[in-house]
Structures are given as C-alpha cells and as structure tokens.
Nanobody, 128 residues
C-alpha cells in the first residue's frame, strides 16, 4: 500500500496542455507500476496510461495515444502525465494508482482491479 496525492489539474481550452503529478509516499513495496485513470460524470473509471517501475515500458488507451505521455522520476517518487492537445472529451477527474511489482522493472497494469493504492483525484476541465 501507499499514499498517493495528485496535483496539476485545472481548466484549459481545447488544444491546451496540462501536466499531472502523482506523489507517492509511505509505500510498502520497493518497486511499483504506476497508472492513470479518469472518470467523467456519470461514467465508469477508465484506464488512461500505465508505466513500469523502470519507466521503459508504457501503455496507453487508444483515445489518448500520441497526445498523452506518462513518465516517472523514481528519485522523487513521482509519476507524471503530460497531456497535450486536450479536447473537451478529456474532461474528467483523473486518478493515479500504484501497485507493487515484486522487483520487476518491466511489469505494468492496465486494469482498475489490479491497483490497490489510489489518489484522491484531480479535476481536468477542457472547454471548447
């Protein structure tokens, strides 16, 4: 388990950019995969992006591929989501998640059920 705190959300116009940060603390696992999910009003929480502990393996939802970039700085215990070319359909509460990988540098998770540590969420609003 770990404590996660997101930051960086806000309101932007279509075509703009935001960078979300997820600070991880108090973790009980030595290596962990990171993930970002989002939940729009009245909809389920959906996968956005995931990254392995080593940072060399990433995976994206088709809807954000080529616009969003997930990366991490393990020395700062932080996972980031750089969001470019934002569109109104990207409006949602964004959640970061972390899950231990038992020493693996390459594993990542894309299912909501695979993560047991979550942040409180940060709102992203994109206006047209």
């Amino acid at each position: 388990q770990a404590q996660l705190v997101e930051s960086g959300g806000g309101s932007v116009q279509a075509g703009g950019s935001l960078r979300l940060s997820c600070a991880v603390s108090g973790r009980t696992f030595s290596t962990y995969a990171g993930g970002w999910f989002r939940q729009a009003p009245g909809k389920e929480r959906d996968f956005v992006a995931a990254i392995s502990w080593g940072g060399g393996t990433t995976y994206y939802a088709d809807s954000v591929k080529d616009r969003f970039t997930i990366y991490r700085e393990n020395g700062k215990n932080t996972v980031y989501l750089q969001m470019n070319s934002l569109q109104p359909e990207d409006t949602a509460v964004y959640y970061c998640a972390a899950e231990g990988t038992r020493g693996s540098y390459d594993i990542y998770y894309i299912s909501l059920k695979q993560y047991h540590s979550w942040g409180q969420g940060t709102q992203v609003t994109v206006s047209s």
